[in-house]
Structure formats: structure tokens, C-alpha cells
């Protein structure tokens, strides 16, 4: 493992322990206040945690357990951090700011130039070499910032929400961006789009009120979430429950019949999770009898357009929020408010059930 | 960017304005008085008379020493009055800030007590053959004293308002503290500290009561300009007055540039 | 606001009551308090209010309409200044004389005993400068004994000469005889025959714009009188 | 809430503590050598006798009802500085500051010449039966010339840092600009304002020079603390030193309080 | 008419004019710095615009031409705003945030609570009425906002992307009360989401540079875009050419066939547009002879996962961007990388051509 990391922070109600491998980049993802920011914080040295330890490879970034109170400053750990605001230093022009790591490392002036501008043409923001801060657009600014924190050799670069401030067509560019500096890199990254977390990241992590709620392969995670965060960024209706034979049980005694992976059974009280998509919810006014088994009352709560669909959002007893996607044509056939009680049909043959 | 605020919403009650008149008459009538009361014939010739040149070259070259002490001193506190953390960091501000309001006179007593000749430090110095007492180093160590509020309070509000998260990511860069203060907090807070700086020179220009307690008074070597003005108002309250009048301009001049340099280059980083 | 200006309902026999204001030269803090003090004990009934500032200032004060009722100046300078000013009532009284005196710090570091002594270059002198009233005595002594002195300092009042003595900064300085009294212990004073060149004069008088006439001139004559004159003797003027 | 930094970074390199530790002490070791000189076993007689406590009675009230004077003034002068736009806003600015860096004695001159018997306005004010000059009133109007720039300084910098946009935002919901100022300006500000009004009362108690030229020294009608020190002086040091010490007291408590207080209320209203 | 503006200002390069029909809400949609929160400023009075000028019925708001210099101060308009910070009052709990508004009007303390409570209520909110600011997550200060700026009864809203700041959670509860207070009222809403648009908005606006490039009925614009920034938001690709009675002939001469609308023909020459969804687009390699009438060579730009898809995005030679949505499998078929040569082939019965 070449990056390893446990700490505690009871002023946040902050406890995570991870690692990252070799080249690995992980997503980061969780509501606000879960204690993301607070976990790049810790890494890079800004924070302080009461307890645990961190090291990259054999370097130990800190040490606080055992009686030892190692703590390096954040200029000697090598973890570059890029926050949701570039925070270009506004008195340098781009190429300035950029050699500003190389600068620091000790490079002469000339040389913290070369690399500032090889580093500019690698997130294609050359011609803004000499451009201050204030005349670039965020997106640009952002770019910008990227180079500077590349430029600065990071062992392990952290993303704070890099693309939350830039608009729709901000963002694509420097996501294409980030996808090619982030390759063989070790970087963790923010972020609130489940698209940063396919296109960057080989691996998530949700985390939720500063503990680790969830962790896998980026496709694992958000194509069977385990977590209703992970579940609702995913798009999916997420039930969880115990497992049996013929799907899970939920707590009030519900059975939601779906599909076990081929060959895998489950031992008995096992807890499990039912994940389906909007799309495989049909919608029914009054009782239904018919092939899928999976049927419940629940009360309509929105009605929202999404793409050519309507997305009918409803609260089943259980109180787990569902949504089911159905053509406005239908919709408009069933005449459906808000308020309305309806039943929602499963085909079973769509639910995925697996453990929790 | 998102930081700009979009509008420009100035909603001042229109009494407030007649108000602000009032205060403000409050301050430039007495000026104005006074300017109706110089001796405009005789006003050259008394400004450029020979003890007034000498005080008035004193007075800029002392101000001048002692401005560039407060900067030297000045920033260290006032970073770590906004940046660090430590026990009795309130106690020193308030001792800091205390020359602001103490008496000059008690000031200068106080000084007389630490660098005078039977003075706390003043012994051992004696003893390495340093004298201040009676010299220019007295006079620029006066207003030294009390100059040095203006410097850190203005420095350090300005430390406190650009905030420290450019401070923070150039660490995580790779920049070593002190490379982190020159090239990142003292440019960013340059405006502060310049006006910090402005303000300590005039308020060394106008220092008086220090000054005459602790440095003495000599024509070309402790006489600065307010002691030549209040000797001259012995004697001739005229020249007094076209002193006091060319004091007024250069405060008035040094002030007035110190806040438009400011207010200038606040818009201008306005992204900070 | 200042003090009660209640007209005096003295009758004949001279029934004193109200307040006076006195505006004194600093040299007379501690004379003038005492004076004062007895005055009111004498004649139960007034107050006396003191003002203490240089002479000089006093007069500005006046003329720019403080409210005296009597002014007594450290030099006759000054109260010519206000004489001219039309602001005293009949003509002035001296009441007090003084003359300089070395002081020097108890130890006396530079073995000073004269007052050629004082222009040796290794002694660090402070006198008063040529505008103010002990600084034109400081310089008819120095043109009377032909001995002229570099001084360190030359201060704007005799409380900062005497300041820097006290405080050990210079070897001596140049001071009133009073002032060195007045300083007890902490400094020794080494009087020198050339000092009666220089006789300061303290005149006192009633002040033309002043509300309590009758007060004032009653005041003007305890400290004239016998009793006064004991204080001022005690303190270590001379009589005029 | 997403203004709120999530780092508590405090890169300061070390050096700048030790150079701090320097600039400190040439303003403590000052007042520490004062403390030394204090004849302890005199001195509470000395601080407790009759002209020094109406001394003190007489600043407390004056500077209590300066520092009011300096609010009624101080606060529609900083929000025209801040929030106004006005041709000649630099130099009111540079002119408001002015009794920062002038010599007091040369504030007091001008005071005189303005109320003063015959003075621009005193001639008026005479006429009109009311006399200014050598009554508490003037020591009053004194203090309030100095103490003013402190609040005016203190205020407008908070008026700045806290930005327009909750005026903006009250403005559109309907608040008239003077509601807007009562129930949203000031209570926002309200600690810049605290820490102002105290700088304030502070400088008041501290002033001396422009008291002595413009309002004399009359016990208990305009002889202040700092007068009192100063006549003290004349016949016993121990006792100005001792007095000294009072007003070096009061002012501490009084300049710590108000940084204190200032910066725990900029901490609970963060979002700000 | 019920609103209606007019107004330019040339610091900020902006000239617009737009009126509102009586308890209709409009939508502005733009790029960063198009000047949708200027419009907004200059209607609530916090900015003065050069010249134009601006009324609600029978309420002038300013009037800067003719001469006349009419100007009414911000709290005489009646347009309370609303932006992505909620900028309660930190000094006041909730429900004095949300008396401001009466209060201010006159109201006594007693009524102004009353109605404080009663909009606190309508924003689902009231147990949140004695909790001072800094104790509100991002989208319940948000709520309050809401309650705090409908308290002072505006006649005309205004809201600058009031979501932009909050997560995933708490934007559907807000757009959930938006949608309920809005119903009835006059409304100006800013965003950036379409789905914002859709579901709040009945006519939207798309601004550019300070002008007003694009309106009508939200599902018109949306689905029937004719500016590169509506067709960005609602996911369509858009060409831009001359109508033809085939489709719309680019200006690199390349055609476009296409569906017009039925009984309608083009004047000759008249500008248009054709717009299509990536779904209906393929990707082949090499030439292709096929019933699709509609094949161009493009450039690979980039590959991105787009729900259980794979987005394709590529130049093409007039230098318009493109994307074509298919399946990982097809695309791992094909080889597709970034830089690759490849064909994209639209069915032209799924192009709709309209004019420009
Ligand atoms: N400066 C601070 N002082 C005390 N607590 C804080 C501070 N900043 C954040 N917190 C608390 O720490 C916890 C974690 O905050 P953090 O900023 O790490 O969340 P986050 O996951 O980054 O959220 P967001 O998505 O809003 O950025 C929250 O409960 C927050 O209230
Ligand atoms: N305070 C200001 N002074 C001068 N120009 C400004 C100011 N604020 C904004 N601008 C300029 O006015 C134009 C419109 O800005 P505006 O804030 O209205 O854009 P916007 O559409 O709201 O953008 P965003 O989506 O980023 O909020 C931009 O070119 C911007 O640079
Ligand atoms: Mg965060
Ligand atoms: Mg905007």
C-alpha cells in the first residue's frame, strides 16, 4: 500500500481510516458536512486530528498515537490540495503561480518557468501564461490551479470539489483534463457528480457524518450502492432489509422479491439491500394481480420532468423513499398529484438484491 | 469570481449625511481657524528660518529611521497577533496597542525608566558604551514607541480580512513558512501594510510629549517640528501656528495618499 | 461651567465670600496650594480655585477668554504680555523673586561645584532654552560670567530640566532655587554667587475681565502680606 | 455556511516570533521599568488623595461623555466613509484622521482658535451667551477632536469587511434605509462599533496636550488625570508615576476587554 | 402586462427587455457572466442601469429615458430577492428573519410574527423558527429565505439561482415549496438546471452576453432549441444552417436532412437549426451506405459514461460539437479512444428541423 491514513477528530465527529495503492485514484463522496474537506485537511496537514496516523510509502506524514506526536508541516508532506476556488495567488500572472511549487521546491526562476510552462500546455492554458487571476474565468482559473498543483510534484494530490463552482461548459473540459493528469496518479478526489467519480476514479469511498459508509470499485458502488446517498446519486431505489431465498425482507415485514447473483445464496438473517432503477417501477391506481410480485402502497410526494419522462417520487409506509419513471402519457392517463395514494409494481426480474 | 458582489447598493439615510457634517465640521473647522489665523505675509519667511528648516529636516529624517523600525518590528507582531496561537496573545495586543492611548509625557517617563542612563536596560547599555539619552537614536526610539500601534493594528486587520487559505494551499505547494511570507502574505496584504506604514510616519512626524521627556530638546539633534513649535509658541505664537500649519499638510498629505493608495489597489485585488 | 460666579454681597467690613480663580505659573504649585488653603481656612465661605500651567500659556489661556479673576506669572514678560493685552486691572505687584541654581543628582557623578564646572565638555548640562523665562536667565548668566555652555538639552519648561536631573540623565542642570527645594531628596543643589546676575521677578495682579474683583485683590493680599511672604520664604524665594 | 473555512492553518515561520518577541518587549519592558519605579508603600495614599481622585472622577465623565459624543459623531461619519460615494470622500477621510497624527498641543491651538473668545465660532457662541473654551465642556469637545479617528477608523473598517449584501437583501424586503441601518447595519457591526467606542474612551482618558492648550487645568472643572500627572510632576514624580500607573491600568483593561470581546463575537458570528 | 422592463447598461456590455404576464414565472437560463444576476440587480433597484426603464401595472420603477431621472429606491419596489446564499440575518433567529419584511412594512411585532409563522409554515420550516442562522443547514436557511422574502409580500420575486448551493437531499425539498409558492405569483428565477426550468418556470429566457437570445414556453425552448446554450441544457445536439425543403444545409455546405414540421416549407434562405438527441446517433468506422441519410466524419474528443451509456463527443469539420450515445459494448467493439477517427450517422426521421 503506498498511501495509509486512520484518524480521529471528535470536535467533527471524524473517525476514517484508508489506503490508496500505487497510481489509485479514489472518489470521495458524501452530503455536506459528512467530513470530507476534513479528511483533505487532515492528509495535507491543515488539520490537526486528535489522534491516529498517516504515511506515504515510508514516509510518516504524522504519528499521534503511541505517545509519539509526530507531525509534519504541510509543506514537507507532498500533497498538493485544489479546493472548489482556485485561490490563484492574485498578485502573480498564471505562469507565476504555477511555477510557484517548483519555486518553493528550490528551482531557480528559469527553471520553475520551464516546468510552470510545460505544465500550463498539459492542461492546455498556455496562452493565459501571463494573464493575472482576475482576468481569467473560473473554469480557466481552475485549469490554472491544476497546473500549479501538478507543478508542485504532489506524491498525493487532493481535489476538493474541483469542478463545483465552474458552469456545464466549464466543467467537461476540465474534467477531460483531470482524466488525463489523474491517470498513474495518487489523488483523492471530492467531489458531488457521480460522473467525476465514473470518469476519475478507479475506486469510491461515501462517507457520511465523518465515518466511511461505504467503499469499492466506482462501478460496484454505484451500480449495486449499499448506502441511500450512493443509491440516490446512482439514480436507483434502494430498499434494505434482510436477505432471503427469494429476495429481502424489509424491517415492517414487506418481501421484495428480485434477483440474486447466479450460484450465491444467502445465509439466513443476513442483511441485504433491493436496488432498482425509476424506470422499472410501474405506476397503478387501486390493487393489481399480476405477474410482478412486488407491489406496494405508497403516496405520491412529487412529480418532476426528467428527460422525456416524468419521474413520479412517492413514501411508502415504510417511509423509504421511492420513484418510479413513466411516460407523461400515463401519467396524464392516471391523472397523478401529489397527495395521491397509488400502488408502485416491481418486476422482479429487475430487482437486484444483494447484501448490505 | 463568485466573490464579487454583483451590486453596488449604497443605502444611506439622507440624515446620516447631515449628521456626518456635524462631525465632520467638528474636526476641519479648527483647521480651518487656524488657517485664517497664520500671518500669510510672514508666512515663508518664518517656515524657512534656520531653526525651522533644521527641525523640519529632522523631524522627516527621525520619522523616516523610525517608520522603517516599526516595519521591522511592526510585522512580526502583527503576524503573530492574527496568526498565531499562543497564551497571552490578548495581553499583548492590549499592551501593544496601550502608547495609542497613554499620555505621550507618560510614555516618555516609562522610556526614560528603561533606556535612561539609571534605566533598566539603560545600565547595561551604558556599560557597552551605548549611549541614547540626548541623541537622535532617543528621538527615533520615542516615536518608535508610539507609532508602532498604527502599524500593527492596520497590518493586522488587514492580515485578518485577506484571511489565511492563500496561506494554507501555498503550504501545501511546498513553501516553507517564511517562503510563505514573502511571497504570498506580504504581497497580498502589501496595501495594509503600506498604510500601516503611512500612518506610523505621521503620527512620528507629529510625536511631541515623548519625545521632550525622554530625548530633550536640541536645535539639529532632539528639536523636532511639534518641539520647535511649542518653544516658538513662548515667544511667537505666529510662527507657532505657520509650523503647526506645515505639520497639518504633510499629516494631511501623507494620510490622504496612504488611504487613496488603498482603497485603489482594494479594487483592483479584488478577488482576494 | 466654571466656577460659581456668585456676586459678593461683602458688605462694608469686608465680609468675603464666593470663589477666585487664580491662574498660577507650575513654579507656584506647591506655594500657591498652601496659600490657598489658608486663604479659605481665614475667610470660611470662599474658594479658591487654582490653575497651573507656563506663564506663557496662562496668558494665551487668558486672553482667549479663561475665566481668571488673578494671575500670578514666573516673569514680568508675561504679564506685560497681558497688561498689553488690556487685560490687567491697575498695575501688577511683585511679590517674589528667584535665581538659578546647579542641581544635580544626589551622588553628584560629575563633581560639580561651580558653575565653570558646568562647561566642561565631559558634563552633560541641560538648561532651558532661550524662549522661555529660565532659559533668558540660563543666558544673562552665561554673558555675565563669560562662561558659555554647550548644553545636551535645552528644554521647553524647568520641570523637564529638573526631570532629567532627577532621572540621573544629565550631570546638573540649570534650575530655580525653588525648584530644587521643591525636589526634596533627589536632587542636591549647589548654589553659585553669579546667579543674582539673573534675579527673576514674580508679579501678580488682578485680571481685568475677572468677575470676583473684591476676592481677587483680598487674595492678592494674603499673598503679599506676612503670612504669604512666610510661605514663599519657606519655599525659597526671595522677596522682591 | 460554505464561507466557513475548514482549516485553522498558522504558518508562521519561527524567526518572526523571536523579531515579535523584540518589537513586544520594547513596549513592555517600558511599562515594566515604570512598575518598578512605583513607591508601593505610598501608593494608594498617593492615588487616593483628594486632587487625584477628582482628577479621576472628573476623566471618567468626561471621557464617558466624549466617547458618547464620539458615537453620535463617529457612526454616520463611518458609514458616509464606508458605504457613501461624494466627491472630496478622500479628503474628508484624510482630514477625519488628522488628530491621529497631529502633535495634541497643535489640536489644542486649533480647538481655541475655533471656540475660543475669539475664535471663528466663539464669537458667535459668546454672543449667544455660551462660553466654550476653560470649562468641562472643553475638555469635553478636546477629547472628542482626538477620540474621534479611533471610532471613525475601528467602524469603517468593519463596515467594510462586513460588505453590503445584508443591507441589499433588507433593502428589497422592504426596510427604508433608515431601518435598514437600526436593524441591520449596526447590529452586524456592532462589536467593530464596541471595540471603537472603547479605543475611544480610551484615547479620551489618555488625552492631555490639546486639554491643556484649550481647556486649562482647573481642579475639578478641566484638570484630568493626565493634567494632574503632569503637575504632579512638577513637585513629586513618585506621585505622576504612581497616577500614570492608574491610567496605564485603566487603559489595559479597557483596550483588552474590547479585543477580546471583539474578536469572540467575530467567532459566533461567523457566517457573517 | 403586468411587469415589463427595458433597460441597458453599457459597463456591463447588457441590454434587455422583457415583461411578465400576471402570476407567470420565467426561467433565465445562461452561461457565467451572461448577466442574470444584473438583470435581477437592476430590477430590485441595487443597480442603475444607464438607460431604459422598468413598471409593475401601474408602478413605475425607473425611468431613465425622455430625459426624466425617476428612481425608486429598493424597498419601494416591492421585488424582493432571493440569491444562492440565503443571507439570513445572523443576529436574528428564523423567524425574525422572516418578520423583517412586515415589520419594515409597518406591521406590529406581534402581526409581523404572526405572518412569519404563517410563511415559515407554508415553507415546512416552523420547527425551525427560533434557531439563529448559524444553526440552519445550507437548504433549511435557504427554506427560510424563501419564507423571509414571500413575507414581505413582493408583487414581483426574484431568485438568483437559489439551489446553486445546496446538495443533492436538500434542493428537490426546496424546489418542492418553490413550486408551491411560485404557482400564483410573478417570478423571475435564475439557473443553471433545466430541471428547474421545467418544473418552476412557464416561459424561459436564455441570455448571452448581455442579451436575450432565446425565449418561449419552457418545453418549446427545451425541446425545440435554437441557441447552442439550450441545447447544451436539455442534452440535444444542435446544427445550425438554411432551411431546405430536406432538412438545413450548413454553412460548410454540408446537409442535414431532417423532420419539418408538418405543413410547413421554408421561405428559401430562412435560417434554421436541426436538433437531435445523442440516443440517435451511431458511431460506425469507415464508410458507410445506409438508409441513414445523414453521415459525417468527425474527431473523437472525448469519452464519458452517461447513465448505463457511453457518450461519445466529437468535433466536426464545421467545428460543432457532437455526441452520440451508445453502449459500452458497441464502444468496446469499436475501439473507440479519444483522437479517433470515426463516422456518426443520425437517422434523419429523428432530426427535427425548425427555424432559427
Ligand atoms: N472550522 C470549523 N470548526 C468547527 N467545525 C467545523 C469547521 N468546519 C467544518 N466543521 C464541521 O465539521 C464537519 C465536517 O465538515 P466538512 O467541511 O469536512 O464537511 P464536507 O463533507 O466537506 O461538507 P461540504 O460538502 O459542505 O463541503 C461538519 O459537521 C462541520 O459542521
Ligand atoms: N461589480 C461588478 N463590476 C463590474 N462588472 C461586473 C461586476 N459584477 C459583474 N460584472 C460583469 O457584468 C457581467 C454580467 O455579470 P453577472 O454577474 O450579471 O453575470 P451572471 O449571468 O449572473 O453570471 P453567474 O452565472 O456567474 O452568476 C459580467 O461580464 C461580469 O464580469
Ligand atoms: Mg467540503
Ligand atoms: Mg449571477
Redesign the interface.
Known sequence: MSFELQASLHARNFDMSLSLADGETVAILG???AGK??LL?VI????RPDSGSARIADKQLFNLDDGTRLWK???L?????L?Q?A?L???LNALDNVA??P???GASKVAARETAQHWLAEVDAMPLANRK??QL??GQ?QRVAVA??LA?E?ELL?LDEPMA?L????A?LL??VLKRVLKDRKAIIVT?DV?DA??LADRVIVVEKGRIVEEGPTRDVLERPRSHFAA??A?LNLVTGTLTEEGITTPDGRVFAGQHDSGWSPSPGQAGVAAFPPSSVSVFLGDVHGSPRNSFPVTI??L????DQIRV?AAGGSAQALSADITPAASADLGLVPGMDVRFVVKSALVAVYPA | ???RSTFGYHGVPRWVYAVAAVGGMLVVLPLVAMVAKVNWPQFIPLITSEPSLAALGLSLRTSAASTLLCVVLGVPLALVLARGEFPGQRLLRAFVLLPLVLPPVVGGIALLYTFGRQGLLGKSLEVAGIQIAFSTTAVILAQTFVALPFLVVSLEGALRSAGN??E??????????T??LR??TL??V?PGLASGAVLSFARSLGEFGATLTFAGSLEGVTRTLPLEIYLQRETDPDAAVALSLVLVAVAVAVVGLSYGRRRGSAA????? | ASGAPEPSNGSATGQLSGTVTVFAAASLKSTFTQLAKDFEAKNPGTKVTLSFAGSSDLVTQITQGAPADVFASADTKSMTKLAEAKLVDGTATDFATNVLEIAVPPSNPASISSFADLAKPEVKVVTCASQVPCGTATDTVEKATGIPLSPVSEESSVTDVLGKVTSGEADAGLVYVTDVKGAGDKVKGIPFPESDKAVNTYPIATVGTGKNKELAAAFIAAVTGEAGKKVLSDAGFGTP
Not at chain 1, 508532506?77 to 490540495?81: I, M, S
Not at chain 1, 418532476?304 to 428527460?307: A, C, I, L, Q
Open positions: 452530503p455536506n458536512g474537506s476534513t485537511g495535507s496537514g491543515l488539520l508541516a504541510p509543506h508532506r507532498g500533497t498538493a490540495l479546493a476556488e485561490l495567488f492574485p498578485h510557484f511549487g519555486r518553493s521546491a487571476p482576475s474565468s473560473g482559473a500549479r498543483a508542485a504532489p487532493l463552482a458552469d456545464i461548459h466549464a467537461p474534467r477531460r458531488h460522473l465514473y470518469m440516490g446519486l439514480g410526494t412529487d418532476e420532468p426528467h428527460g417520487r | 469570481m463568485n466573490r487559505r492563500y494554507a494551499v501555498a503550504a501545501t505547494l511546498g513553501a516553507r513558512p517562503t510563505v511571497r504570498v504581497p497580498l502589501l483592483s485585488g479584488g478577488q482576494a
